[in-house]
């Protein structure tokens, strides 16, 4: 009997494989770590190789976890860290360099050229992006110029571009499909937002020939299949997104107007806004939510750099807890901030900020101030970056949100979710699976092949753990919210501009 669908979930430290009964439970999980390579500063990159045998390892150690075989899995859903770019020889399957990852800026200059050169409003107008070393195109563009041979080789066809969606499709196949799905193509600078396709201009522009590029897919449908030997049976692969669009997704926010936070070691929000690409005037991304069913449902997507990691410097920079959770007690421990401010701004700001020159800055120190008022201030930074996020989301989609719904590590922690719903004036919701990222990509290939019938039933699936109402008056958010503002001015613009 039918009874699962694994998803396999590739992110960007570790590879996990997570098998989901029809209630959208779990029924197994296994994650295996593996090499982060930093070969000079500035510089992050992946075995492709080893990304597919931690993949492969783990669906199998999933399977046999919950005595699953091939024939109880309806269909695979895929969901991967966005932008990492494997380019590959299609003869051997042998990648031609360690994948790039999204982190690496390498690819900076030439990324300043463009902007330079006053490409960046048309390159936002096609593909909704920013022009920036994290998307995939200028990574390609890397490779193809610095692999000797490698730009021949890629005009005359013997090279495959992908992110790592492609790259494990192809390995599941056997080499016989090359696709992407439409949420991995909106993060190459090579996709036209508003078609989704691959844009002419942009190819020309970033430099990358066609000759390398996947067959964009939609997010849900019959994509391909394993080949029989990988796993016992031939199982249909049915569904694929980038991890953040997985995520929101997997929080069921169908609706425009509906947005997700993930709290991880930064956080990434992203608000469904509908079938129209709205172009941000606050500096968000635009990018594709899901095709499904032939319907491309787009998101708007900000993301602060420090959020998580705030804590973790708490822990291992200052020592001041001995483990993340531990930072709920001690904030818990004064009954506010005692008028300390804390700006993470320890790599600059991103949206709607984009301060790359901010520094982070703890202000308000009185002769009172003790570390209970720094883990405090520490947990509300993180609440002021999302509010932030969020006034600008609103703005740009002119609409508000009736809840936040949030996951990752950090949104664990009760005393940073009340604060949030507090600063936002609306709750916060928190799911009893926030395993979210492959809840969506299983979602997604469930749908494809009937498992789960439409998004209402998906929808009756999402189940509340908790729910934070604000409950803070009015005019005490405006004056912390001011004060942030004050706080983060003070950040900005703290480190000298290099000259370039
Ligand atoms: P990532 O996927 O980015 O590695 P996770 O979703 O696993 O992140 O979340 C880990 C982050 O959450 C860490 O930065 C950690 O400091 C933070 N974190 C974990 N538990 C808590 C907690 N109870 N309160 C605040 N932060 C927490």
Not at 222 to 246: E, F
Not at 274 to 281: E, I, Y
Not at 296 to 319: C, H, M, N, P
Not at 385 to 397: E, G, P, R, S, T
Request: hydrophobic letters at 45%; charged letters at 20%; a neutral charge.
């Amino acid at each position: 009997m039918v009874q699962a669908i694994l998803a396999l979930d590739q992110g960007t430290t570790s590879s996990r494989a997570i098998l989901f009964d029809h209630g959208g439970n779990i029924l197994a999980v296994a994650q295996q770590e593996f090499e982060q390579i930093y070969p000079q500063a500035g510089w992050v990159e992946h075995n492709a190789e080893e990304i597919w045998t931690t993949q492969l390892t783990v669906a199998k150690q999933a399977m046999a976890k919950a005595k699953i075989s091939a024939a109880d899995i309806a269909a695979i859903g895929i969901t991967n860290q966005r932008e990492t770019t494997v380019v590959w020889d299609r003869k051997t399957s042998k990648p031609i360099a360690n994948a790039i990852v999204w982190q690496d800026r390498r690819t900076s200059a030439f990324c300043d050229q463009l902007r330079k050169a006053g490409q960046d409003k048309l390159i936002q107008q096609k593909t909704g992006l920013v022009v920036d070393a994290y998307f995939s195109g200028s990574k390609i563009r890397w490779l193809l110029d610095n692999v000797p041979g490698a730009r021949q080789r890629a005009e005359k066809g013997e090279l495959a571009f992908g992110t790592i969606d492609t790259w494990l499709i192809w390995k599941m196949t056997g080499g016989k499909t090359h696709v992407t799905d439409i949420t991995n193509a909106s993060r190459t600078l090579l996709m036209d937002i508003a078609t989704g396709d691959w844009d002419e201009q942009m190819l020309e522009l970033i430099g990358v020939p066609r000759s390398v590029l996947p067959q964009i897919h939609a997010s849900s449908g019959q994509i391909a299949a394993t080949t029989s030997d990988l796993l016992g049976k031939a199982i249909p692969i049915a569904g694929i997104a980038g991890d953040q669009q997985a995520a929101l997704f997997g929080q069921a926010c169908f609706q425009p107007g509906m947005a997700k936070n993930t709290y991880g070691t930064g956080c990434f929000m992203l608000m469904n806004i509908g079938d129209k690409p709205t172009a941000s005037k606050n500096k968000l991304l635009t990018t594709a939510g899901w095709q499904v069913n032939s319907k491309t449902t787009y998101a708007l997507e900000g993301s602060v750099f420090i959020a998580g990691a705030v804590v973790q410097w708490l822990r291992d920079g200052l020592k001041i807890i001995k483990s993340a959770p531990e930072i709920e007690q001690l904030a818990a421990s004064v009954p506010d901030n005692g008028g300390v401010y804390l700006v993470p701004a320890f790599a600059g700001l991103g949206a709607p900020h984009w301060d790359q020159y901010a520094r982070g800055i703890i202000t308000g120190l009185t002769r009172g101030a003790t570390a209970a008022h720094l883990a405090r201030a520490a947990l509300e930074g993180i609440a002021y970056q999302v509010a932030d996020v969020l006034d600008a989301m609103q703005q740009d989609a002119h609409v508000k949100i009736k809840e936040l719904r949030v996951d990752g590590g950090a949104a664990a922690n009760n005393l940073l979710m009340q604060f949030q719903a507090d600063m936002l004036g609306v709750p916060t919701v928190r799911p009893k699976i926030t395993e979210t990222t492959a809840l969506g990509a299983a979602y997604l290939a469930g749908l494809a092949v009937g498992f789960w019938k439409n998004l209402d039933e998906i929808a009756h699936h999402w189940l509340v753990e908790r729910r934070f109402e604000p409950r803070m008056p009015a005019d005490e958010v405006a004056q912390h919210r001011s004060r942030w503002s004050e706080a983060l001015r003070r950040a900005a613009e703290w480190e000298p501009r290099t000259s370039s």
